[in-house]
């Protein structure tokens, strides 16, 4: 016969995980997703939904006004800490990522590869950080776009480029698609 004692323990262990599941529930049901934010820009509204779940700060104690709201910092992706934040640029066969502050890595491991985040590409990438022959080399483990380069675009308020057919020849005008 199993004693008393070792027949309550799973009721108790079951016990404290519906408390701290119910805990979970509790915190997430009012926690506001950063993304839904009244006092974000509508220009990261995508790239902000694009972290749900991770632990992002927005910027709102900037002195520049034309700025608030329309920048963040991503604190912790996963339980792995921050991020290495840039867009990709190809430079000769290598691939770059010019983090926000300016600094550059080149890209190297499995990630690096224009069909996972190509040029254009605004992402997040976690790895480590070497020095090899006088330039910064990130090594990426982890990477997640934030924004294609279209929607970059877009952000920015560019124009995009229309091809109009005229009597069988492309002919380029810059209207709005």
């Known amino acids: 016969m199993i004693p008393r004692a070792d027949r309550a323990r799973p009721a108790l262990l079951g016990a404290c995980v519906l408390c701290l599941v ?25 790239e902000l939904a694009r972290l749900e779940g991770q632990r992002v700060r927005i910027l709102h104690q900037d002195t520049n006004d034309a700025t608030l709201g329309r920048r963040y910092i991503i ?28 600094a550059s890595y080149r890209l190297a491991g499995p990630l690096a590869r224009p069909r996972i985040a190509g040029p254009g590409y605004k992402i997040w990438a976690l790895g480590v950080v070497m020095a090899r022959s006088g330039e910064r080399v990130l090594v990426a483990r982890r990477l997640g776009v934030l924004a294609p380069p279209w929607q970059r675009a877009q952000a920015r308020g560019a124009r995009k480029t229309i091809f109009a057919i005229s009597a069988g020849a492309p002919t380029r005008t810059g209207g709005p698609q």
């Open 22 to 46: 119910a805990i979970a529930a509790a915190a997430s049901a009012h926690a506001q997703p950063a993304a839904s934010a009244p006092d974000v820009a509508p220009e990261i509204r995508a």
């Open 75 to 102: 604190d912790d992706v996963a339980g792995e800490g921050a991020p290495v934040v840039g867009v990709v640029e190809r430079r000769g066969q290598a691939l770059w990522l010019v983090a926000e502050d300016g």
